[in-house]
């Protein structure tokens, strides 16, 4: 059996995706689920792009220790300086650096012969070498490079001192034939190629990142990149969840392993979800809420029969309770020390205050709400870890809404600004929502554009907690907002106001991320 490194980009990759804004606590949070979960590498993010993201990776480096931690920087020493501040603190500190090879990069982005392509390579593996033990080299859309070229170019960085080579198809363009075959060539035809070890990294735009990666696998990399839920840049990247499952399940034909903690993935998909903003399609494989879900008569006859009739996975086999509704763990009698003991079920360290915060959280919640889930808890405990109260923002102080007879609906925000002023408003629309949000929106100093609003629930039952996500535009950046309630027009509320937070965030760093797509 080969064992196959699986390097994670959610923290980059994925963060990449439009509207997403992850704070430092946030990505934190991620990093040590995808630790608990087992992958081999995180990518943690593009520390030169900003401070922001500087800080962030130099949290996830100074904090995690199961998972080795790298981060992207393109062939610039200003790059790969960042990148080693960064993490030089991590156990074992790894680069990613990048490079296009393919001629319409080199042509219009690069503005760069070959000969030039290979010489910067070479040089900024190099200078990596001096501060790296691990230098991982991307060619950059390799999978639109001239096979002769890219085996020249792999010889030349090899020897410079990359130990990993990256082959991505970076814009999803390829098939599994073509991508496996280029790993098949690169393996026959680069003669120090076995100084190092080859990776996949590909993209989903024709739906075949899932296909590409095991095909890549099956040529000879041993090492996968992908993404929890498949989140990244325009349609995405492998996803990591269906990699594992399918390596696992079919293990008759396939001969790989992987580190992973199969169990673990309901979670990290969860959280990935929540923090982002990003909802998990109902159909998803793996990992949407149908997954597991038998609404056809005869496949239901044969679900009672024997559920391997229909049902290839187990549920419980990535982390999925056997009701998927969640059970019951907690209630309005429990005690702090019966929910203490549920929070580090979760593997999850709350300080003294913030466990005094969750407790008094969940019991202002099982006011309200007679069943109270897993789910629910998580919720909970996430929105307290991932907290940024810290910065100057706007604070959702009161509101009402009110139907009028004329059937326009009437709504009033009270509201604490980042300076610390008190104002009100009160404005008339055709729905709550409406009504709602044209209330925040007066009162805003910035400039908002509605993208999209969703509404959902955590858990079941008519007592659910309510969850709302939205997306807006400020300054033509996108910013989504996630918000958290029992009652949905709270929710909805503050929702918007935690996006409009997150703009503040994004201002009071450093310029904003650059995107990158290696």
């Known amino acids: 059996m080969t064992d196959i490194k ?3 980009t959610t923290l980059r990759d994925g963060e990449q995706s439009p509207g997403v804004n992850l704070n430092k606590q946030e990505k934190l949070e991620i990093a040590k689920q995808l630790e608990r979960l087992g992958v081999d590498v995180i990518e943690a993010g593009f520390p030169a792009s900003s401070e922001g993201d500087f800080q962030a990776v130099k949290l996830i480096a100074d904090t995690i220790k199961d998972s080795t931690v790298t981060a992207l920087a393109r062939t610039k020493k200003h790059d790969i300086d960042r990148a080693y501040e960064a993490l030089k603190n991590t156990p074992n500190p790894r680069i990613h650096i990048f490079l296009a090879t393919s001629p319409i990069h ?10 030039k392509v290979i010489d910067t390579s070479v040089e900024m593996v190099t200078y990596s070498k001096s501060m790296f033990n691990e230098v991982e080299w991307s060619a950059e859309d390799a999978s639109r490079t001239e096979l002769p070229f890219l085996a020249e170019i792999i010889e030349a960085v ?3 001192g990359a130990t990993i080579i990256n082959l991505p198809d970076t814009v999803g363009y390829t098939t599994p034939k073509e991508y496996g075959e280029m790993f098949k060539y690169v393996s026959e035809n680069v003669p120090n190629i076995d100084k190092a070890i080859l990776s996949t990294h590909c993209h989903n735009d024709l739906g075949m990142a899932v296909a590409n990666s095991v095909a890549g696998i099956e040529n000879g990399a041993t090492q996968i990149e992908c993404s929890i839920n498949g989140i990244g840049e325009r349609a995405g990247n492998a996803a990591l969840e269906e990699i594992a499952v399918a390596l696992h399940i079919r293990g008759d034909f396939y001969p790989y392993t992987t580190n992973l903690n199969l169990q673990e993935i309901k979670r990290s998909s969860d959280i990935v979800a929540k923090l982002t903003g990003m909802t998990v399609q109902p159909n998803k494989a793996i990992i949407g809420r149908n997954a597991y879900a038998h609404e056809a008569g005869i496949h239901q006859d044969g679900m009672l029969k024997n559920s391997e009739t229909y049902e290839i996975i187990s549920p419980a086999l990535v982390g999925v309770s056997a009701d998927t509704a969640n059970t019951l763990f907690l209630g309005k009698h429990s005690g702090r020390h019966a929910f203490k003991d549920k929070v ?3 593997k999850v360290e709350l300080t003294e205050e913030e466990l005094s915060a969750a407790f008094s959280s969940f019991k202002e919640l099982t006011d309200h709400k007679k069943e109270v889930t897993d789910d629910d808890i998580y919720s909970i405990i996430m929105e307290i870890k991932t907290d940024a109260s810290n910065i100057e923002r706007y604070v959702l102080d009161n509101f009402e809404v009110n139907y009028e007879q004329d059937g326009q609906t009437k709504a009033h925000i009270d509201v604490v600004t980042p300076v610390g002023e008190h104002v009100s408003h009160e404005v008339t629309g055709s729905g709550s ?3 709602l949000y044209k209330a925040i929106q007066e ?3 910035e400039k908002t554009n509605l993208l999209d609003y969703q509404l959902s629930s955590v858990g079941g039952g008519k007592d659910a907690l309510a969850e709302s996500r939205v997306q807006i535009k400020i300054n033509n950046q996108q910013f989504s907002g996630r918000g958290t309630a029992q009652d ?3 929710a909805s509320a503050n929702a918007y106001i935690n996006a409009v937070n997150r703009y503040l965030m994004s201002e009071q760093a450093a310029a904003p991320a650059e995107s990158v797509n290696a």
């Open 158 to 160: 090899i020897d410079a």
């Open 488 to 490: 949905v027009l709270a």
């Open 6 to 8: 699986i390097f994670d």
């Open 433 to 435: 929502v409406e009504a």
């Open 344 to 346: 580090k079920s979760f």
């Open 443 to 445: 009162i805003l100093r």
């Open 106 to 115: 080199r042509e219009f982005k690069l503005k760069m012969d070959k000969q």
